[in-house]
């Protein structure tokens, strides 16, 4: 059973961090990419970075760049999402997602996913 457990969401003020984790489960870790996804209330799901299997590559939502970062502990079947300099527009659900082998930045293409975590950044 493949399981996905994002953790670190929660409340925090513009201009503060948080950091995302997510455990994975029920793959083999090293053979898929991963993302970070994130929803808004009436909005679409949009990807806000990913990584590949190895970690050499990664790619970002341009509205993040200098912001957020994502790696992964491959030893520890482990993604994360470091988030700085928060703002309003920032809050939404927030999911990892994985996708064998290669990245893709559209949902539709990613095999697994985890329940998300809300990230709500005040004024």
């Known amino acids: 059973q493949v399981q996905l457990v994002e953790s670190g969401g929660g409340l925090v003020q513009t201009g503060g961090s948080l950091s995302l984790s997510c455990v994975v489960s029920g793959v083999t870790f090293k053979m898929y990419a991963m993302a970070w996804f994130r929803q808004a209330p009436g909005k679409e799901r949009e990807c806000v970075a990913a990584i590949s299997p190895s970690g050499d590559k990664r790619r970002y939502k341009e509205s993040v760049l200098g912001r957020f970062r994502i790696s992964r502990d491959n030893a520890n079947n482990t993604v994360y999402l470091q988030m700085n300099s928060l703002n309003p527009e920032d809050t939404a659900v927030y999911y990892c997602?994985?996708?064998?082998?290669?990245?893709?930045?559209?949902?539709?293409?990613?095999?697994?996913w985890g329940q998300g975590t809300q990230v709500t950044v005040s004024s």
């Open positions: 997602a994985c996708k064998y082998w290669s990245m893709s930045s559209s949902a539709g293409n990613h095999d697994y």
